[in-house]
């Protein structure tokens, strides 16, 4: 049984659930299943990055909608239940293998049979025996070679079903990992894609000694679109802006869903130049575009969105480049908004 669980079923597990609970109420979140779960770690302080993600936003005064809810179970919970799938599915997968293995230990002891009884039937053959005694062998043989070739049709059979099943388990397996690395608002990318593919291209990038780039992109007064409009209409931008990256990426780029209105793209053996050209233009497109209300097909204004690049440099970590790229964001905040900033900025680097 998990800490967690003696804990809760301990003396004080009533008290827990009651704070854990006027936590959710202080901070104007529903008191749903997947709720309790994120509010119930971060109470027990089971999880450091949960924690620090809470606290965060309860720093930034900016509240727990729908939205960053939901996000913080697919980030830090979701993973599990896709495991527990995986597991399931190894499970069945090792039950069907251990079934074929039986099957044909089964065929090869049944041939081993035939194959005496075929031997045999060689050797009296070649004695001269009475007609009747050839019949009896040849009726003999007739049986056996019925009875193998039933085994082989039934072998066939389950060899069949098994591939069919496992096919199946297969289909599933990869069905669980996608899911498990997209986020489920704009079918891009999620945070666990992001980490690891960015691992994954900065090892590529040093071993292949080329170039990569990493953008970051958050839309300008994401809070006002959403006070103003609805948390529907702030889903419709977030599909807008996730639209307008795949259009503007190559097919080796990743474009991820980095947290809340904040989006990353990963550009392998790019150029600081390129990437620079390819931030620039989604910028202006972005903000050339005017958005309508779906439901009511009322005017949402003009979009922006700030951009902030960091170029791979010797000696940088995964976490050295998001900072960067994330320090190059907020001056393009701080700067006014609806911009690109690059690492090569000199003032990214004044204390």
């Known amino acids: 049984m998990a800490h967690q669980d003696l804990l809760m079923q301990g003396p004080g597990g009533e008290s827990i659930a009651s704070e854990t609970l006027d936590l959710m109420r202080l901070h104007g979140v529903p008191p749903t299943a997947d709720n309790y779960e994120v509010w119930l770690c971060y109470r027990l302080a089971r999880n450091q990055a949960l924690r620090e993600a809470i606290d965060a936003r309860i720093a930034a005064g900016e509240g727990f909608n729908a939205e960053f809810n939901a996000e913080l179970h697919?980030?830090?919970?979701?993973?599990?239940?896709?495991?527990?799938?995986?597991?399931?599915?190894?499970?069945?997968?090792?039950?069907?293998?251990?079934?074929?293995l039986s099957f044909l230990k089964s065929a090869e002891e049944k041939s081993d049979d035939y194959g005496r009884t075929l031997e045999s039937a060689a050797t009296d053959l070649n004695r001269g025996l009475a007609p009747e005694q050839i019949r009896q062998i040849v009726s003999s043989l007739a049986a056996a070679t019925l009875d193998m070739a039933n085994h082989n049709q039934h072998l066939n059979e389950q060899l069949q079903r098994s591939g069919r099943e496992i096919e199946t388990l297969r289909a599933s397996l990869e069905s669980v990992r996608v899911e498990s690395l997209t986020d489920s608002l704009t079918g891009l990318a999620n945070r666990r894609?992001?980490?690891e593919t960015l691992?994954?291209?900065?090892?590529?990038?040093?071993?292949?000694?080329?170039?990569?780039?990493l953008i970051l992109c958050d839309i300008d007064h994401f809070k006002r679109f959403n006070d103003t409009w609805g948390h529907h209409t702030g889903d419709q931008i977030l599909r807008f802006l996730a639209s307008a990256l795949q259009s503007h990426a190559r097919p080796d780029f990743l474009i991820a869903r980095y947290g809340g209105e904040e989006f990353a793209m990963i550009m392998p053996r790019v150029s600081a130049r390129v990437a620079?050209?390819?931030a620039e233009s989604l910028r202006a497109a972005i903000q050339a575009k005017r958005l309508r209300r779906r439901s009511t097909n009322e005017d949402l204004g003009q979009v922006t969105v700030s951009l902030g690049i960091a170029r791979l440099q010797p000696g940088d970590t995964p976490q050295g480049l998001v900072e960067r790229a994330d320090a190059c964001l907020y001056a393009s905040k701080r700067n006014g908004r609806n911009q690109v900033t690059t690492d090569a900025t000199p003032v990214l680097y004044v204390a």
Request: hydrophobic share 45%.
């Open 74 to 100: 697919e980030r830090f919970f979701t993973g599990l239940g896709a495991s527990a799938q995986i597991v399931l599915a190894g499970e069945r997968i090792a039950r069907d293998l251990s079934q074929v």
């Open 276 to 278: 620079a050209q390819t």
């Open 193 to 195: 894609m992001f980490d």
């Open 199 to 213: 691992r994954m291209r900065l090892d590529e990038a040093r071993a292949q000694r080329s170039e990569l780039c």
